[in-house]
């Protein structure tokens, strides 16, 4: 019994200080000094950032189509979400592979 309670006990102790990082860290500011709409491809965004975190397809209202990668980068103390910083870039392809838009949100640091 006491050595049930000590290990619960132990691993609140754990997760209360823990922290954690998920994808990779990019330079939004690095990237959007180099990316042109129109112009940019595939070759040059992995060049600069990497592979994606993930590969999809956007679907716009008119129908078009477009391949979508996106990066994400996240850090924080398990102890609570109010010191977790969260960024998130999604770029999108046509189909010969030149970028045509791109989003972010969060922190661009």
Known sequence: MRRALFAATLILMLSACGSFQ????FDLAAFESKVERGK????DVQRWLGAPDSRG???ETD??????WTYYYGTGNLSGPTNARVKLLQ???DRAGVVRAYNWS????
Not at 22 to 25: A, E, K, L, S
Not at 40 to 43: F, I
Not at 63 to 68: D, E, L, M, N, V
Not at 106 to 109: L, T, V
């Open 106 to 109: 969060g922190q661009a640091r």
């Open 22 to 25: 998920i994808g990779g860290n």
């Open 40 to 43: 940019s491809t595939q070759a």
């Open 91 to 93: 770029v999108k392809f």
């Open 57 to 59: 397809v956007s679907v």
């Open 63 to 68: 129908g078009t189509r477009y391949t979508q």
